[in-house]
């Protein structure tokens, strides 16, 4: 029984020998993996080697599902952001000095670590912190991130990253040009500024045009001055039933309206401005007097006739409202 405790003292040294330099043996081989090719693709076996305690690096692995039979949309659109992380880092810790291994393990070649973890959804992403040396952790398991906030982006998951690993090198991330954007943006400014010095001769005499203008102008107050805003803001009835059978087109009071009552308010503006425009600058133009009498009576009959029937409905709005002209 000496013996074997004195042979086991002995060998002790080389047991743990043994045990370190496993671990340098596998940050060696994923080093070279991780080189060749960033993320890594593991399977179950990888994924054990790659996680399994003692280990003196930190491991991130992103656990997806992204055949199209399993339906993880988020899966598809998380992969190139996280492709394009690893290769970033990778790229910019040549040396890996933050001893920072990338890996993903799809569920058709991982379903035994699924099953172990008790997996439900995917996408998950875990960060394994190191066991042994100077930036290790007592508490072996891995910290995980939340997904449920929706799909996320490379620089999200760097500055997760970045706040859970010591101070190291923490290489950013880095796009690839998108030469097919800045070439089409490009085509499309210089084909608008192409139409615009050809059209600029026929569509410059058109802009200045101040009728126009004056018409564009005349029917925005005609719509803003009608109520036309009220009727979205309010989300009011088209018209209404009056409680006999029929139908109403004018709500009673100031705070209340409909929406054909809009419209024909307008049409009245329109028409009474049509008149007062007509008035104040054709009729006066027209070279023969008669034609010019009758023009100034027919216009002014219109006037008369309009502002009638604006006040009958003003007076249906407000009952107390003491003024009329005749017809209505």
Request: proline share 7%; glycine share 8%.
């Amino acid at each position: 029984m000496r013996i074997l405790q004195s042979l086991a003292v002995l060998l002790l040294p080389l047991t743990v020998l043994a045990a370190k330099k496993p671990t340098e043996d596998r940050f060696s081989e994923f080093r070279t993996k991780s080189q060749a090719a960033t993320p890594i693709k593991l399977n179950d076996d990888l994924y054990t080697q790659l996680t399994t305690a003692p280990r003196d690096h930190a491991v991130a692995v992103l656990l997806t599902a992204l055949e199209s039979r399993f339906g993880c949309q988020l899966c598809r659109e998380f992969q190139p952001e996280w492709d394009l992380l690893a290769k970033s880092w990778t790229k910019g810790d040549k040396k890996l000095e933050s001893r920072l291994f990338f890996g993903t393990l799809d569920f058709a070649d991982g379903k035994n670590t699924f099953q172990s973890l008790m997996l439900q959804t995917a996408p998950v992403l875990l960060l394994f912190h190191p066991t042994v040396g100077p930036n290790s952790k007592l508490d072996p398991h891995p910290v995980r991130f939340d997904f449920t906030m929706g799909a996320q982006n490379a620089d999200t998951i760097h500055a997760w990253l970045s706040r859970h690993l010591p101070d190291g090198p923490h290489p950013r991330v880095v796009r690839p040009i998108n030469w097919v954007r800045i070439i089409s943006i490009t085509t499309g400014v210089l084909g608008a500024i192409t139409l615009f010095a050809v059209a600029a001769p026929y569509i410059i005499p058109i802009l200045q045009n101040r009728n126009l203008w004056a018409a564009f102008s005349l029917i925005a107050v005609l719509l803003f001055t009608s109520g036309h805003m009220f009727n979205h803001i309010r989300k009011v009835p088209y018209v209404s039933g009056d409680g006999r059978g029929g139908i109403s087109y004018f709500a009673g009071g100031f705070q209340n309206q409909f929406g054909l009552e809009t419209q024909i308010v307008a049409a009245m503006y329109g028409v009474l401005a049509f008149a007062a425009i007509s008035l104040a600058l054709k009729v006066p133009r027209m070279a023969d007097p008669k034609a010019q009498q009758i023009a100034v009576f027919v216009w002014g009959g219109i006037m008369l006739g309009m502002y009638s029937f604006l006040l009958s409905v003003f007076r249906l709005k407000n009952g107390g409202y003491p003024f009329w002209l005749p017809p209505f």
